[in-house]
């Protein structure tokens, strides 16, 4: 199972939006609605921050919000947060009955 | 409160194995499957299988056929991963995490991490 393809870096000020995407195939992410997404901090476990592609964990901040279309699932951040810069991760169940991960995106927050 | 706490370092040659354990704490073990994730230094999460101690039931990523074997002891309420005939590229941080639905990946506790070096 190949990783789900997802841009290596974006970037954005304090305050602006950005869009992460991850783009898989008709056996995961075009298939299922089963995409969450991940925030890893340095030398941290990673942290759950939306599933059922649009779904928010209690205690995660409204600002983060997820979509779906095609192949292709997109985690948007607005008002972007110091804190927000990290790694992000998607995830998606498979036809196959397993899950694959993205390649992993660093946020920068400039 | 939930906890996952895995076993400690470990430093093991090309060729060997290595089993990591992941003690639950509480919450009804039974009640949710654990799964396993691994990401080497530098690289991104890895998905390698998961196990439900209810039922006894396993997954694993074709990556891992042959040389995974992920178990759970519900009367320790702890999960068991092990993995064989290592190699280099499996110096990684191995991660068990609590999935709320079972098998979708929505991991909302996770362990500490257990660092596998493989080293001659």
């Known amino acids: 199972q190949s990783a789900l393809t997802q841009p290596a870096s974006v970037s954005g000020s304090p305050g602006q939006s950005i869009t992460i995407s991850c783009t898989g195939t008709?056996?995961?992410?075009?298939?299922?609605?089963?995409v969450s997404w991940y925030q890893q901090h340095p030398d941290k476990a990673p942290k759950l921050m939306m599933c059922d592609v649009s779904k928010r964990p209690s205690g995660v901040s409204n600002r983060f919000s997820g979509s779906k279309s095609g192949n292709t699932a997109s985690l948007t951040i607005s008002g972007l947060q110091v804190e927000d810069e990290a790694d992000y991760y998607c995830?998606?169940?498979?036809?196959?009955?397993?899950?694959?991960f993205g390649g992993g995106t660093k946020l920068t927050v400039l | 409160q939930v906890q996952l706490v895995q076993s400690g370092a470990e430093v093991k040659n090309p060729g060997a194995s290595v089993k990591v354990s992941c003690k639950a704490s509480?919450?009804?073990?039974?009640?949710?499957?654990i799964h396993w994730v691994r990401q080497a230094p530098g690289q991104r999460l890895e998905w390698m299988g998961w196990t439900y101690a209810a039922n006894g039931k396993t997954r694993f990523s074709e990556e891992f056929q042959g040389r995974v074997t992920i178990t759970s002891d519900t009367s320790a309420t702890t999960a068991y991963m092990e993995l064989s005939s290592l190699r280099s590229e499996d110096t990684a941080v191995y991660y068990c995490?609590?999935?709320?639905?079972?098998?979708?990946?929505?991991?909302?506790?996770w362990g500490q991490g257990t660092l596998v070096t493989v080293s001659s």
């Open positions: 008709s056996s995961d992410v075009g298939y299922y609605n089963y």
């Open positions: 995830s998606s169940y498979t036809t196959s009955g397993t899950l694959v």
């Open positions: 509480g919450y009804t073990f039974t009640n949710y499957a």
């Open positions: 995490a609590r999935d709320t639905t079972g098998w979708f990946g929505y991991y909302d506790y």
